[in-house]
């Protein structure tokens, strides 16, 4: 194709489209360096961005509105040592009808804090020691791949041990679902609840009903 011969709004069809071919092809995110390898400069790119056509999802990271992808793809691209915790978690269990706008992701303390610098999409961490990480972790299909999650009795504790930063329905909801949920593990969760240091509040919050 010559370019020159292209008018100004089809030279930027044709960058729009070289882009998002480029994020297709890359799973939904490709960097500013890739972009400009396509011959596209950077105050072009910040225009994209202006008129809502690019996505910026961090710095130096960016994804476009054609994307068909999903925003768990997304995560999972950002975040694969990630587990999914809180309400995130208890989402993917049933136990809210409707999926938080906010992710919340359990990592390791070591992690960059600037990893959870987003724009898109949201994401919240809750940092932790090695080893209290791996306590009680599971897998879910998620996107096109898996990622982690916390079991059901390790999300209990968890919603317990951060009642604060939760909405009073989400946690009611939360609580309420796994008492009623049949294939819940009352053991595990009695174990789950003395690492997590919040038997007392499992006796006497949610012990009653089991």
Sequence with gaps: MELKNLSRSEKKA???????????????????ADIKALGIDYRRIL???DEGYVKRVKSGYYTTKYYEGSEEELILRLFPDGILTMETALYYY????????????AVSK????????????????????????ELGVGQISFGKGEMKIYTKERVICDCLKYQEKMTREDFKKGV?????????D???????ARERKVLKKVQTMIGIWL
């Design 110 to 133: 070591n992690t960059s804090k600037s990893r959870f610098k987003l724009e898109y999409p949201i994401a919240e961490p809750y940092y932790s020691e090695p080893q209290v990480l």
């Design 14 to 32: 044709y960058d729009l489209e070289r882009i998002q071919a480029l994020v297709e092809e890359r799973q939904g995110l490709v960097r500013t």
């Design 186 to 192: 009352v053991a595990a969760l009695m174990t789950c």
């Design 94 to 105: 049933g136990y809210l009808e409707d999926r938080p706008y906010c992710w919340k992701i």
């Design 47 to 49: 225009a994209f961005v």
């Design 176 to 184: 309420l679902s796994y008492i009623n949920d049949e294939e819940k």
